[in-house]
């Protein structure tokens, strides 16, 4: 299964980080498609372990990696720089990757993929990827063809991909990230007072969350399901594993890297958690009580990013 959508105008919600991602790829091509030269590594350091650096030799299968982030090397089990197409061994995976770079560059736009499949590794994958054009960056040797007329600068040679994936994959990701930053910040010195303050509103709906994945799952068990029961148990851990990162959220307040984190939490649960819940209890059978659980994962989410202001 995959999804594709032009970004200029998107007709859904797109993964939040991409989004962000599309801003700062447009912010830098205003009237022509941005060179590689124009996104430097600091300007792309928030999404740099989810990104690639693919260049075309020539047809759309003739392609060569030349930089990704650790995040994917981890995912595909080793570092593909300086490798192509030959990686992929899956056809399924492959045909989808050639489809996707081939609308891309054919239509000099970016595009937005939300794809479900079995990888190389024999794997189940739910990845979103939004992949950007880049135009040509002639070398000394290439300067005739300029003269020509045969590289305009709206040719696209690059393309630089954002890759997230969904599901529970997405959920440790982000819990891990923001864990280890919280780790690095010092609290504020009126924390005790901004936690009395903030902290009713987020712990009330985390324990109302909390308690409906635990009722959800003692239910499934009664009625012999044991691996939903299972899962909805791993949920459960998750959820409670953020106490520390909520705790930490909380003593910051306004002083915690928003600006770095936002795209972050609304991926956490946009594209994770509430994957995770309604692939569990849609297996219920019982719709009332995943609305009901989405809706109090909802309300969790916005309570957390309320603590920005």
């Not at 300007?43 to 392609?63: E, I």
């Not at 490798?83 to 492959?94: D, P």
């Not at 007072?193 to 902290?199: C, E, G, L, M």
């Amino acid at each position: 299964m995959t999804t594709a959508y032009d970004f200029d105008p998107c007709p859904i919600d797109p993964e939040p980080r991409l989004r962000s991602l599309y801003r700062l790829w447009r912010s830098k091509g205003v009237t022509s498609l941005p060179a590689a030269r124009d996104l430097d590594r600091s300007a792309l350091a928030r999404w740099r372990d989810n990104l690639m650096l693919v260049r075309f030799k020539g047809t759309v299968t003739d392609y060569e990696i030349e930089w990704e982030g650790p995040r994917l090397q981890q995912y595909y089990g080793m570092p593909r720089a300086g490798h192509g197409v030959e990686t992929l061994t899956a056809t399924r995976e492959r045909d989808l990757l050639i489809e996707q770079y081939g609308a891309v560059l054919t239509n000099r736009r970016p595009a937005y993929f939300d794809t479900a499949f079995t990888n190389s590794n024999g794997v189940f994958a739910h990845q979103t990827k939004l992949i950007l054009p880049l135009s040509a960056e002639p070398q000394l040797h290439d300067r005739r063809q300029i003269d020509r007329g045969q590289i305009d600068g709206r040719q696209v040679h690059r393309v630089l991909v954002g890759l997230y994936f969904r599901g529970m994959n997405n959920v440790v990701d982000i819990v891990d990230r923001l864990n280890d930053l919280a780790d690095e910040l010092a609290c504020p010195k009126d924390a005790p007072a901004r936690i009395q303050r903030s902290q009713a509103a987020v712990t009330a709906r985390r324990n109302l969350l909390s308690a409906q994945l635990h009722s959800a799952e003692k239910r499934c068990t009664e009625l012999r399901q044991p691996r939903i029961a299972a899962k909805l148990r791993t949920t459960l851990f998750i959820v409670t594993d953020m106490l520390r990162l909520e705790s930490r959220m909380i003593e910051a307040g306004p002083s915690w890297p928003w600006e770095e984190t936002r795209d972050d939490i609304a991926s956490l649960f946009d594209f994770g958690l509430c994957d995770v819940i309604r692939a569990d209890l849609a297996e219920t059978h019982d719709p009332a009580l995943l609305a009901e659980v989405l809706a109090t994962l909802e309300a969790y989410r916005d309570a957390l990013l309320a603590l920005e202001a």
